[in-house]
């Protein structure tokens, strides 16, 4: 913790007061000093803002600390930044999962792919085992108070929840817009059979339940095109149940979407609702279309809750709409996303 400390002055008392302090019979009550030592519990002894000299802010939690029971703890502001900045997420690279299951599939997922563990602190509840099948030799595992549990959780009761895990952003992560140096686009995905975009979709829990939805069908990945929001936002964690820690995702701009088209020849699809006043009349998702792209590299891309499709998708795109025999126009984006994702997921 870095302190500023003033020069003191030594100053002028009355003569009375000098004879006080010169009687030593007389007790003289201690003052505190400008900078008292705080209880272990809420201090910090070492703050490492680039720990491993990789440009990325580190907040380092010295290892001896094993429990923090207080809500003013700076290592709790910390994660509570995490929990609700993005600018602050991306800028020390790790996000706050909350919950037992979405930490397990994560971790089961990063050992069987032989990935290095993500997890840097496991906070656990006071007397809550630690969770069946994680390796905590990896992590800082640190006890916490049922009030910090419920301030990082959001949860009123704490019991329902008994842990959460600091983990640092996967190395499948990409945001194109920061890393110039990304340029290489075969480089993006490990494979690109099939590609979810996602153009402004706002909607955290849409966007986290089509993270889960292409984890699920074998998508080879998310692109996410200007206007989404953070995949590593509380709310889309909690609906991707980890999916953002596992399928590739890469965050970039037209200009890089279309260098992938380029790169690997794939077709670009959109999905878009069969209405009059369109720029192009759509193809229906039949399983005469689903059988000719079959084994063509292909990109999905689906449209914000509000406005649907940007008009430049709507341009560069085959429009493809799902029929439907109801009254209703078009569905909530993660419905109709899920309908898509599993229509044209990869065939073995």
């Known amino acids: 913790m870095l302190c500023s400390y003033k020069l003191w002055v030594q100053a002028s008392y009355p003569p009375h007061l000098k004879l006080l302090n010169q009687n030593s019979n007389i007790p003289i009550p201690k003052t505190k000093t400008q900078f008292q030592r705080k209880s272990l519990d809420s201090r910090f002894d ?42 602050y997420r991306h800028s020390h690279a790790s996000a706050l999962v909350v919950g037992t299951t979405p930490i397990r599939e994560i971790y089961r997922y990063k050992e069987s792919s032989q990935e290095k563990t993500v997890i840097d602190y496991l906070l656990l509840l006071e007397n809550a085992e630690i969770p069946e099948g994680l390796d905590t030799h990896s992590c800082h595992v640190v006890r916490i108070g049922s009030m ?70 074998q998508w080879d990945g998310i692109f996410l095109l200007p206007g989404c929001c953070d995949p590593f936002n509380e709310k889309a964690l909690r609906a991707s149940r980890g999916a953002s820690f596992q399928l590739p995702i890469v965050s970039g701009s037209w200009y890089h979407l279309q260098t992938l088209k380029d790169t690997f020849n794939m077709k670009m699809l959109a999905g878009h609702p069969d209405i009059d006043g369109k720029l192009k009349k759509p193809f229906s998702l039949s399983q005469e279309f689903v059988h000719s792209v079959a084994h063509v590299p292909s ?50």
């Open 148 to 217: 910090v549990m419920k301030k990082l959780s959001g949860v009123q009761s704490a019991e329902s929840i008994e842990a959460i895990a600091l983990m640092r952003f996967p190395t499948s992560f990409l945001n194109l817009t920061v890393d110039q140096n990304k340029s290489d686009s075969q480089s993006w995905f490990p494979s690109t059979h099939r590609i979810l975009v996602l153009d402004g979709i706002q909607d955290p829990g849409n966007l986290g339940t089509l993270i889960r939805s292409a984890m699920a069908f």
């Open 299 to 348: 990109c999905l891309v689906l449209g914000s809750e509000g406005r649907g499709l940007s008009e430049k998708s709507q341009l560069k795109c085959e429009l493809v709409s799902i029929p439907m025999t109801g009254k209703f126009e078009s569905l909530n984006v993660s419905v109709a996303g899920g309908i898509f994702l599993y229509m044209l997921q990869p065939k073995n």
């Open 46 to 87: 070492d703050i490492d803002d680039d720990a491993d000299g990789s440009g990325l802010r580190k907040f380092a939690l010295p290892s001896h600390v094993k429990s923090i029971t207080s809500t003013s703890n700076p290592f709790v502001k910390h994660c509570l930044k995490l929990k609700n900045s993005s600018s």
